[in-house]
């Protein structure tokens, strides 16, 4: 069973808000676990929000 597009976005905006699951569904964990992962790689390589070009 894949997840549905609206359970991945709200799975998305709590792991980005900083909420916890509240799941303990193993396919949704190791969605959130995912998207926390990149998150954590993204601060790692100071690759926050859009480059400015000016």
Request: proline residues 4%; without cysteine; aromatic residues 8%.
């Amino acid at each position: 069973m894949t997840l549905s597009p609206h359970r991945q976005h709200k799975i998305y905006i709590s792991a980005t808000m900083g909420y916890s699951l509240g799941s303990e569904d193993p396919e949704e964990v190791v969605y959130y676990k995912q998207i926390k992962e990149e998150m954590k790689k993204d601060r790692e390589n100071e690759n926050l929000g859009i480059a400015r070009l000016d």
